[in-house]
């Protein structure tokens, strides 16, 4: 391989915590914990975990929504700090975000021109007499025609919702792109569009995505890294070919299994995971072992690090190395 | 802004005027008779002066506490002045102060709202002192207000206001709060709108409505309060006709002429039914499921 390009985004021991209180008594969840990623300028970077797990945490935390406890985050070479407006201007213009819920995340009452030209006032990149024919650039550019620009978001489908949104998050020529669940909300039929969309504007504009999901096949079609997240961690990180060929965490072996594969004769003898995801259910040990079909004493005392197992491929489990070979499943599984 | 351009085949023809006004009327009639009446009041007050040039101020010895008849239509008080004149001067006075009141009640409250919404800091001065507001009975407040001030026009339209504004407070505060989380507000906030842009243009357009209701109840009991102020001699200080005060003046009278009081009270009954129903007009209008539960 060439000599690797300096990340676009890299966010190092990112925490963050929320005290929640029921019944009089607080408690403390740990949405994201010690997390660490590195985004490559023009890839797509996936996050995968159950619901729960922290990602969408994670995703507000690299768009300065919230604000981590700890951990830092370097965009393009600087380290991000919002203290003042035009510190906030300069990284919402370079960093946007795309949400789950088409429905909830436009502005009711905003025509749809309203809403793709509002990135362009907030950030001064049009005047008032040029914002109309860049609105409607912006929106032949996600497959909508001018004459959406009069409508509200309540006479537009899902798709279409989602393409303004989409719209109105490259109105201000970022360069990351993240995406939460950008399709889960939608109808299947028009799943794949959108993704062709995002996947589109990629390669045309050059953007980076951050793509949180919890469809391994989805993520299988448009990532170029992968990381797994369980309970506010990463479990296992890797190129998304090594990972769809070989995921070595007892945990992405389970949520694999749990993906339906459209072939009548692959056969499904991964474990299943039993159980749901408990947070702070687990104190001491690996957060998995509870749900983990290859438990063993270790996985108790100690919680696993993340550590490579091989080049760019890191795995947070004890057994990990044996995991490299296929004995020890076939062994569990009879 | 933008307004798109859509084929004119494809649009459906427009009802005219006309009908389009009575569709209106017949799916809210409570709002429109209320502005109906409204309308016909505020004219009343513009309209008499013109009609009717006797100076409300004007005494006569030889006419007091005349029947209503051709020269004084609604008759005169035991000073003989104009009952009509006055009820239309004395309009005016109350209006004024309804308006005046409601208007900075509105910049106030929306205001104070917003910001106790967005900031918790703020919120717990603002929520504090406007909680305690709402403690006392309305009346009892606003004497308050007036025995410590003396009574005055101005002196009024600031008890109205400190009766009222808490309302409008919370109304707006309550709206921000169940916004300010919504995911269309997170979403202007990632795009890098500042926090005054997203409570003006996000977040506050979905408050106008209960805000407005609040803003027509707070205007008919301004009226209200208005008159029972100068009911009780704290209004706007005589001579200067009000309709609270031809009312306490009428007392003496009720056996000997009646009309002294009937005139000024059905009056201020019309004034505030036609805000109520415009309130609760309003609030039907904008939200159907209390029509539906009001029946």
């Known amino acids: 391989m060439s000599t690797p390009a300096p990340p676009l985004l890299q966010a190092s021991g990112l925490r963050k915590r929320y005290r929640l209180r029921s019944a009089g008594a607080v408690r403390q969840i740990t949405a994201v914990d010690d997390v660490s990623i590195q985004l490559v300028p023009g890839q797509t970077l996936a996050i995968v975990g159950e619901s729960g797990c922290g990602k969408s945490t994670l995703a507000k935390l690299v768009t300065q929504l919230e604000t981590a406890d700890a951990g830092e985050l370097v965009f393009d070479g600087r380290p991000i700090s919002i203290r003042s407006r035009s510190e906030r201007l300069r990284f919402s213009r370079d960093v946007q975000m795309v949400f789950q819920d088409p429905y909830g995340s436009l502005t009711p009452h905003f025509r749809v021109g309203s809403l793709v030209a509002e990135p362009l006032s907030v950030h001064r990149l049009a005047s008032a007499t040029a914002v109309r024919k860049r609105v409607a650039e912006i929106l032949s550019s996600v497959g909508l025609g001018p004459e959406i620009a009069g409508r509200f978001p309540h006479e537009l489908s899902g798709g279409q919702r989602q393409r303004v949104s989409i719209a109105r998050a490259i109105a201000t020529r970022p360069r990351l792109i993240v995406c939460d669940e950008p399709v889960s909300a939608l109808d299947v039929s028009v799943r794949s569009q959108i993704v062709n969309l995002l996947l589109d504007l990629q390669r045309d504009l050059g953007l980076s995505y951050l793509f949180i999901s919890h469809d391994l096949a989805l993520v299988d079609h448009i990532a170029d890294t992968v990381c797994v997240m369980y309970l506010g961690r990463i479990v296992e990180q890797a190129p998304a070919a090594v990972f769809f060929a070989a995921p070595r965490h007892p945990y992405s072996r389970a949520l694999m299994s749990s993906s339906p594969v459209p072939d009548p004769r692959r056969r499904n003898n991964a474990p299943a995971v039993q159980g749901e995801v408990e947070a702070g259910a687990i104190s001491t040990g690996c957060r998995f072992r509870n749900r983990c079909p290859l438990a063993v004493d270790r996985c108790a005392q100690s919680d696993p690090p993340l550590d490579p197992v091989a080049p760019g491929h890191l795995v947070a489990c004890h057994r990990a190395e044996e995991l490299g070979t296929r004995a020890l499943w076939t062994a569990q599984l009879g | ?295």
């Open chain 2, 1 to 295: 802004m933008i307004d798109g351009r859509v084929s004119l085949a494809s649009v459906p023809r427009r009802p005219a005027l006309g009908e389009r006004l009575l569709l209106w009327v017949a799916s809210n009639p409570m709002l429109a008779i209320g502005m109906a009446m409204l309308t016909l009041l505020v004219l009343f007050t513009l309209l008499t002066p013109l009609l009717v040039p006797i100076d409300p101020l004007s005494i006569s010895a030889t006419a007091k506490l005349q029947p209503p008849g051709w020269e004084h239509p609604l008759g005169t008080d035991e000073l003989g002045r104009d009952q009509l004149s006055r009820l239309v001067v004395g309009g005016s006075i109350s209006l004024r102060i309804a308006i005046a009141a409601t208007a900075l009640t509105a910049v106030f409250g929306v205001a104070l709202g917003m910001v106790s919404g967005q900031y918790p800091a703020i919120d717990i001065v603002v929520s504090q002192i406007s909680d305690s507001l709402l403690i006392f009975p309305g009346v009892v407040l606003a004497i308050m207000i007036l025995a410590a001030l003396g009574p005055s026009e101005l002196n009024v339209i600031i008890a109205v206001f400190v009766l009222y504004v808490p309302r409008v407070i919370r109304t707006v505060r309550a709206a921000v709060i169940e916004y300010r989380d919504a995911d269309f507000v997170q979403a202007a906030r990632s795009l890098g709108a500042s926090d005054l842009r997203v409570l003006a243009l996000h977040i506050f357009p979905r408050a106008i409505g209960p805000t407005m209701v609040q803003l027509s109840l707070g205007f008919s009991s301004a009226i209200l309060v208005e008159a029972g102020l100068s009911f009780l001699g704290l209004g706007a200080p005589p001579p200067a006709p009000t309709w609270g005060g031809m009312i306490s003046g009428a007392r003496e009278y009720i056996r000997t002429a009646p009309w002294m009081m009937i005139a000024p009270g059905a009056i201020i009954t019309f004034a505030v039914l036609s805000l109520n129903l415009i309130g609760d007009g309003l609030r039907d209008m904008l939200d159907p499921r209390s029509r539906a539960a009001g029946q």
